[in-house]
């Protein structure tokens, strides 16, 4: 057993998260509910998805916060966008998310379609690593009043809501001013983002065991914009002052959380983005031996596949070599990650990424 909490009737429960606009991960789907079944997994499905699923002996559960509740993990069929819908439902859970990668190369999927048979040996015997990851939480403040809170897993995104026009930024951390750009906007990422958004607006790629928040401008028009990695500690923080060109009241600018939750941004708005007391479990299974595409592979692996990186005559490590762009190696983070069965059902998770 994993040490994650069962349901009350004492069973093994997985909750199923999945793209139903492909058939691949329909089909996807239907057999990871079969293999779990069998291997004694009872399977539970979103409501708006079960029709299209169209499994007999999966349950139905409606989306909400207790969607995942009592959950041993939440299987993701699709992509990293996919993932970052079921993070919503994992988060609060404390469940640990495992991903079926359907989309281009992901760095948050864990398994391939034709992992599925080890992937589901090792979930039935409990045998896979539990990685924490890094979240933020931001606050929007108006005339001193907090007008929302929320939070994201990859990056809090400030961006102007005309294509036409600049914002007017002023950018503060830890409660100094830094400088004021008039830009297209700004990322504010966690390490796990900074393969995302950040990444293509210029900022650096971190590794996610690397504590840190980071600070990408868009299109900055000023003297100092550089890309900024601080203290996972500190406080980064926006004002709106407004929109570059135009005196409107109304939202020149928005702020967008993962790309999935979005708050209109009038002038006079604060943006403040700390890091989150709560992270996001991510479930790494063991290296497949002497499979062409392993789980569980390190994140250097990762960014060869995802960015086909030219690594011809490599002289490295022998058979942990890449091959044909996939990686041969272990789990990422093996020296902070433990087997779930080592991880105690009241033990609370300390935040690290």
């Known amino acids: 057993m994993t040490g994650w909490p069962a349901t009350a009737a004492g069973r093994r429960v997985v909750l199923l998260v999945v793209h139903t606009g492909r058939p691949e991960a329909l089909r996807v789907a239907r057999a990871l509910i079969g293999r779990l079944t069998d291997a004694g997994v009872a399977a539970r499905v979103l409501a708006p998805e079960a029709g299209l699923i169209a499994s007999a002996t999966a349950e139905v559960v409606p989306v909400t916060e207790t969607a995942a509740a009592g959950a041993e993990m939440v299987v993701v069929v699709g992509g990293d966008g996919t993932l970052l819908r079921a993070a919503e439902l994992a988060r609060p859970a404390r469940a640990p998310l495992l991903g079926v990668n359907l989309g281009h190369v992901g760095f948050l999927a864990e398994a391939e379609p034709e992992d599925l048979s080890g992937a589901v040996a090792s979930i039935a015997a409990g045998k896979y690593l539990i990685e924490q990851r890094m979240t933020v939480e931001v606050t929007v403040r108006t005339n001193g009043e907090q007008l929302a809170a929320t939070w994201a897993l990859n990056e809090a995104t400030v961006e102007k809501a005309a294509r036409e026009r600049m914002l007017d930024l002023v950018i503060e951390v830890d409660g100094r001013p830094l ?175």
């Open 179 to 353: 400088s004021r750009w008039g830009c297209d906007g700004v990322v504010f990422a966690t390490p796990t983002g900074s393969t995302a958004y950040a990444f293509s607006a210029g900022g650096p790629v971190v590794w996610p065991e690397v504590e840190a928040l980071l600070m990408v401008p868009i299109s900055a028009h000023a003297l100092f914009a550089a890309p900024m990695v601080v203290s996972p500690e500190s406080m980064l923080a926006a004002e709106v002052i407004g929109v570059a060109g135009g005196q409107s009241e109304t939202a020149g600018a928005v702020l967008w959380c993962d790309g999935r939750r979005m708050v209109e941004l009038p002038p006079g708005s604060r943006v403040e983005v700390r890091r989150g007391e709560l992270p996001v479990l991510l479930a790494r299974l063991p290296a497949v031996a002497d499979a062409e595409t392993p789980i569980g592979a390190p994140f250097t692996d990762r960014l060869v596949a995802k960015f086909g990186l030219p690594v011809e005559g490599w002289r490295g490590r022998g058979d942990r070599g890449v091959r044909s762009g996939r990686s041969h190696g272990r789990p990422d983070r093996p020296e902070a990650a433990r087997p779930a069965g080592q991880r105690q059902a009241h033990e609370e998770p300390s935040g690290h990424a």
